[in-house]
C-alpha cells in the first residue's frame, strides 16, 4: 500500500480542561508530523478552556456538556454517551483521543471504538491508574515518573500502552512543578503515537497493538532523539 497517499486520518478530540495536548495534536497535523486533522473538538464542561482555543485555530467544537444529563435519579450515563457518539460518528472521525477527557466511559461505548481509541494518562503505566497522579508518586517518593499512551479498553487505564515517557521527579518538587514537567513530555509522545496511525505503522489486531508489523508487548520509550 503507498501509505504517503492514504487520506489524512479524521482525528475527534475529547477534553475537559485548557487542551494543551489537543493543541500539541493540532500543531502536529499543520505541520504534517501527522497525516491528519482534528474533525472535532468535544467538551464535556464549561470548565474546558481548551474548546476556546480550539475554536481560536479554526477547528469545529461541540460542548456535550455532561451536567445536561445529571437528574434526580442520577447521572443518565446511556444518554450522556450517546450524544457524544452521535457527534463523534457524526464527524466522520476514524480515531477518538481522550485529551484530558477526566469522564469514565461505559464498556459499550469503548466496544463501539475497538482499536479506534486513545488515551493519554500522567503516570508510568501500571503505576498509577486513576487520578492525582503526580501526588501520589510524590508521596511513594518515586524518583522517576511520567506519561503512558495507551489504547483504551473498558477497564480504566488498563489498555495496553503504546509509548511511555520518562521524567525525573527532583528534590523540592511539587504537583505543580512535578505535573509541569509530565505536560511538556505529553506534548511529545501523544503526536508520536497518532502520527504512527495516521502512517497505518500502528493498527489493532484482535486486542493487540501491532506496530511495523510485529506485536507490541510493552511500550516503546522515548527519547529526544
Ligand atoms: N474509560 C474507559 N472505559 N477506560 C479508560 O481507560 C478510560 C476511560 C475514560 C477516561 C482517562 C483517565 C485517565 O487517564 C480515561 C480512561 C477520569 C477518571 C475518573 O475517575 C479516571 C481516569 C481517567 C479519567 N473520573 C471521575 C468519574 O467519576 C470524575 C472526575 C472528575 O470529574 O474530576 O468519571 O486518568
Ligand atoms: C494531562 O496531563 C493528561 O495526562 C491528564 O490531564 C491533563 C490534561 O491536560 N489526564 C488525566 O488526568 C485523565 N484522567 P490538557 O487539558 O492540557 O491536555
Redesign the pocket.
Known amino acids: 500500500m503507498n501509505t504517503a497517499a492514504a487520506a489524512p486520518l479524521r482525528i475527534a478530540v475529547l477534553?475537559?480542561?485548557?487542551?494543551?495536548?489537543?493543541l500539541a495534536i493540532a500543531r502536529a497535523c499543520a505541520s504534517g508530523q501527522i497525516s491528519g486533522r482534528i474533525v472535532t473538538v468535544i467538551g464535556d464542561r464549561v470548565g474546558a478552556t481548551?474548546l476556546a482555543a480550539a475554536q481560536d485555530l479554526g477547528l469545529a467544537t461541540k460542548l456535550i456538556e455532561a451536567r445536561a444529563w445529571r437528574n434526580e435519579a442520577g447521572f443518565d450515563r446511556a444518554g450522556f454517551e450517546a450524544a457524544l457518539r452521535e457527534q463523534i460518528d457524526a464527524s466522520g472521525a476514524e480515531l477518538v483521543v481522550?485529551?484530558?477527557?477526566?469522564r469514565v466511559l461505559s464498556a459499550g461505548f469503548v466496544h463501539h471504538y475497538t482499536g479506534r481509541i486513545l488515551?493519554?494518562?500522567?503516570s508510568l503505566l501500571p503505576a498509577y491508574p486513576g487520578?492525582d497522579?503526580h501526588a501520589r508518586a510524590l508521596a511513594a517518593g518515586d524518583r522517576e515518573h511520567g506519561?503512558s499512551v495507551h489504547y483504551v479498553t473498558p477497564e480504566l487505564d488498563a489498555g495496553p500502552p503504546l509509548l511511555q515517557a520518562r521524567v525525573p521527579v527532583l528534590p523540592g518538587d511539587t504537583v505543580d512543578s512535578l505535573?509541569a514537567r509530565?505536560?511538556a513530555v505529553?506534548h511529545r509522545i501523544y503526536p508520536e503515537v497518532i502520527s504512527w496511525i495516521a502512517a497505518r505503522r500502528l493498527h489493532w489486531c484482535g486486542g493487540r497493538p501491532q506496530l511495523d508489523g510485529a506485536t507490541l508487548d510493552g511500550p516503546r520509550q522515548w527519547s529526544e532523539d
Not at 15 to 22: E, K, L, P, Q
Open positions: 477534553i475537559s480542561g485548557r487542551g494543551t495536548n489537543m481548551g481522550l485529551a484530558g477527557f477526566m488515551n493519554i494518562h500522567p487520578l497522579t506519561a505535573s509530565v505536560h505529553e
